[in-house]
């Protein structure tokens, strides 16, 4: 009778596990994006379109939502040595964790200055512009996040596969 019960209760552990582990919510980009801020450290699955494969090391790449406005990278890791630029238009789904780098306040305000200063040089112009565009964004979000950083989210890739 004790056999049984143990066996019954290994049976019911494993079977437990499976389930859970099976049962893992894959997630569009919009719908990680939503929540992504309360995930960082923790394992997610992503489906996406590849809109970008690093040309050079293929370490990393870039899924977007459906309607291309909305991104996320995910680096190699894991099992994925690298992305195969082969990747750019199909959907893939993502296993990994996501994580969280932060721009402080200070690198903000050193970039910005750095746009400012050189702003006026003729070949110049747009790439300060262009920095100092981003440098508002990266306001506003902390602004409406209230935030002292900027934060950039990214998954440290475990596995994908092609769809």
């Known amino acids: 009778m004790v056999k049984q019960l143990l066996f019954l209760f290994v049976a019911i552990a494993m079977l437990s596990s499976c389930t859970a582990n099976s049962s893992k919510t894959a997630y569009t980009v919009d719908e990680l994006m939503d929540t992504v801020s309360t995930q960082v450290g923790q394992e997610v699955k992503v489906l996406g379109k ?18 291309d406005n909305l991104s996320i990278q995910i680096m190699a890791g894991g099992i994925i040595k690298s992305f195969d630029n082969d990747l750019i238009g199909s959907e893939i789904e993502v296993v990994g964790i996501v994580r969280e780098h932060r721009v402080e306040k200070e690198q903000i305000d050193e970039t910005e200055k750095t746009a400012q200063d050189q702003i006026h040089l003729e070949d110049a112009h747009d790439q300060c512009q262009a920095m100092l565009d981003n440098v508002t964004q990266m306001r506003n979000w ?9 934060a950039i989210y990214y998954i440290d890739g475990i596995r994908y596969k092609a769809l």
């Open 142 to 150: 902390m602004e409406k996040n209230n935030k002292d950083y900027y």
């Open 50 to 67: 590849v809109n970008h494969v690093c040309k050079h090391s293929g370490m990393k790449c870039f899924i977007v939502n459906e309607t």
